[in-house]
């Protein structure tokens, strides 16, 4: 079936750098897309979203771009500090309705002093 | 404050032995969602509910039950059928489950097997 992947599995940023975060996703008919950063032993935290209709949104120190020509998202986020080191998930809607969502495997984002 | 809260933090289950993680959130949200997270791996979902006394199965259901009697509680229990249970499981819930909105999630319950 289809599924959400992520290039990389590890990220190591000095602090103070940006980092970018991608994601590569196979399911055309996906109009909706979310960020979370999940810290250890916690569950996933709510960063950002996006629909099909937008390539870019900005946040706090984030922003998602979506590429829908080759199903690419990517999340930056500038200055990175040491509390942004995490492992960050993408996930996506098919749509359809359900507002059910399916999970990348996740990049472990290391902030290095 | 508003949230999820699931509990307990961790679960220890035996041979045979069901066990129920509970899930309360206080955000008013009318979706409900139950996923499980193994090690190094995305979160696959077991069960959702659109509304109260109903609930639909996700990609993994099988060896998993769920009520949604109440808007606020979302129970899910491991039955000895589940011959894996070792993960981490996380609740979440959402405004509303017919459009795309962001689903918020407790802090989890990680079930061990003794």
């Known amino acids: 079936g289809e599924s959400v992947g992520l290039h990389l599995p590890t990220l190591s940023v000095q602090e103070g750098d940006n980092s970018i975060i991608n994601c590569a996703y196979s399911?055309?008919?996906?109009?909706?897309f979310i960020w979370y950063k999940q810290e250890s032993g916690k569950g996933p935290q709510f960063i950002i979203d996006i629909r099909s209709n937008m390539d870019k949104r900005q946040g706090q120190r984030v922003t998602v771009l979506l590429n829908k020509t080759v199903k690419h998202l990517s999340l930056q986020i500038a200055a990175t500090q040491p509390g942004d080191s995490a492992v960050y998930f993408c996930?996506?809607?098919?749509?359809?309705?359900?507002?059910?969502?399916?999970f990348g495997t996740g990049t472990q984002l290391k902030v290095e002093l | 404050d508003g949230g999820i809260t699931q509990s307990p933090k961790y679960l220890f289950r035996k041979e045979g032995q069901n066990v129920t993680l509970s899930c309360e959130q206080n955000l008013n949200h009318d979706a409900m969602y139950w996923y499980r997270q193994d090690p190094g791996q995305g979160l696959r979902l077991i069960y959702y509910?659109?509304?109260?006394?109903?609930?639909q199965k996700g990609d993994i259901a099988e060896g998993y039950s769920v009520s949604r009697e109440k808007k606020e509680s979302f129970p899910l229990t491991v039955t000895s059928a589940q011959k894996n249970p070792t993960a981490f499981y996380l609740c979440a819930s959402s405004i509303q489950s017919y459009s795309n909105q962001p689903q918020h999630f407790g802090d989890g319950t990680r079930l061990s097997i003794l």
């Open positions: 996930a996506e809607n098919i749509g359809g309705g359900g507002n059910k969502l399916t």
């Open positions: 399911n055309s008919a996906s109009d909706y």
């Open positions: 509910s659109q509304i109260v006394n109903d609930f």
